[in-house]
């Protein structure tokens, strides 16, 4: 039992932990499904869903199902040796998302780092690119994870500045762009690293066809198209990937958050035979990366996802959340972006900083995440009910009316 308060612990871990996040002041005790409850057992709506890392919603049952039978059977061997869990994995993730292979990761950092090694070597030995000339071009606005080198190009000030130097190789044009992208797209592009819809922009949703854009000029160019699917994909958007949108089916898609039920960390690069087959014995690896808890936990996720059921629900549901948004307009909400059950919500300034929003939330029993700005972004599990979410909406509705 825990017998410290929320002000004691939060006043333990500020100074006690690296101050690299800001949380709200809520200290989580327990959680089931879409509710979370603190240390002094008030109870929370989860609307941001570890940032779709808890797609299904706190320890669901199946997850923790698989969880508990594998960690009774075997939970680590290293790549030293084979696990029975792989295989049934690598299976489930190449018919999710009809891609042949997959390198199995943990963080969905390492798995932006393990695409960028891949598709480098890939140009130097399929694209025949001139030795450590290669390329690849990202978005401006991009969030891929915190590494030296993924910060190296990202646009955001506050998380490159004081951490180069950086590696080189990057190019970035403006997202949704089509010719700026095929003006920096040449003979030493290696890949295109894009995400579907940027979330830590603020859920940025490209223009239809821009998308299909890509893939037709990077199939042109001899390009790699990757997609990070980390947050946008398994369900979120109301489709298994967020490219599914526009049926387009990039060399290589980003798997992570979701794919480890909200439980341990799992990552994943899928892609094409031809991309990851360039990799040989001893040239990547991860300690972790593909264990037989990740792998049956990943499989359970897979299975989840197998019926189309989530996918459905967020779709669904994602109509109410339009159109409760919808209604918000010049209420408060000056603009919004929304697909699925994923939406950034411009609130009006003059109300308050999305991390004023977010606190005020919070002592209504709703939390959120602000991301820029006036921008709070919702991402509720899927397994939300349309009562709640609809109850969430109308908290919001007070909060910023
Ligand atoms: C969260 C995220 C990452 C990084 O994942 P970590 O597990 O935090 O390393 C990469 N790309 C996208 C699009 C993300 O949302």
Redesign the pocket.
């Known amino acids: 039992m825990n017998a410290r308060t929320s002000e004691e612990l939060i006043r333990a871990e500020e100074s006690l932990l690296a101050h690299n996040y800001h949380p709200l002041p809520v200290v989580v005790a327990r959680a089931e499904g879409v509710w979370l409850e603190d240390v002094e057992g008030r109870r929370y709506l989860d609307m941001l869903a570890g940032?779709?890392?808890l797609n299904f919603g706190h320890r669901h049952p199946a997850l923790v199902e698989a969880a508990h039978r594998q960690l009774d059977r075997l939970t680590l061997t290293s790549r030293a040796f084979r696990n029975d869990q792989l295989a049934g994995f690598a299976e489930g993730l190449a018919a999710l998302t009809g891609l042949e292979m997959t390198l199995p990761m943990?963080?969905?950092?390492?798995?932006?780092e393990s695409a960028i090694k891949v598709a480098r070597k890939w140009a130097y030995e399929v694209k025949g690119v001139a030795p450590d000339r290669a390329t690849i071009v990202a978005a401006a606005g991009?969030?891929?994870?915190?590494?030296t080198t993924?910060v190296g190009f990202s646009s955001d000030p506050v998380a490159r500045e004081g951490f180069g130097p950086f590696t080189p190789g990057f190019r970035l044009v403006p997202y949704n762009d089509l010719a700026a992208l095929e003006a920096a797209v040449d003979e030493t592009t290696a890949a295109v690293l894009i995400?579907p819809i940027?979330?830590?922009a603020g859920v940025v949703i490209p223009d239809d066809g821009y998308l299909a854009g890509v893939r037709e000029l990077t199939r042109r160019a001899g390009a790699l198209f990757i997609a990070?699917?980390?947050?946008?994909g398994l369900g979120r958007t109301g489709t298994t990937l967020a490219c599914d949108h526009e049926a387009v089916r990039p060399d290589a898609v980003?798997l992570?958050?979701a794919l480890g039920g909200g439980i341990v960390?799992v990552?994943a690069v899928v892609a094409r035979r031809e991309v990851l087959g360039v990799l040989r014995p001893g040239e990547h690896g991860s300690t972790f990366g593909g264990n037989p808890l990740g792998a049956a936990i990943g499989s359970a996720v897979v299975e989840l996802l197998s019926t189309g059921a989530y996918q459905r629900r967020a779709a669904e549901l994602g109509e109410v959340l339009h159109d409760g948004l919808a209604a918000l307009l010049d209420k408060g909400v000056t603009g919004y972006r929304c697909r699925g059950l994923w939406a950034g919500v411009d609130v009006d300034p003059a109300i308050g900083t999305g991390r004023e929003i977010s606190e005020r939330l919070m002592q209504e029993g709703v939390l959120v995440k602000d991301t820029h700005g006036s921008t709070i972004r919702l991402a509720p599990p899927l397994t939300i009910t349309r009562e709640e979410l609809e109850s969430a909406l109308a908290t919001l509705a007070t909060v910023v009316t």
């Open positions: 940032y779709s890392a943990n963080t969905g950092a390492e798995a932006v991009n969030f891929h994870g915190r590494t993924i995400e940027q979330g830590e990070d699917e980390i947050q946008s980003l992570g958050k960390p990552s």
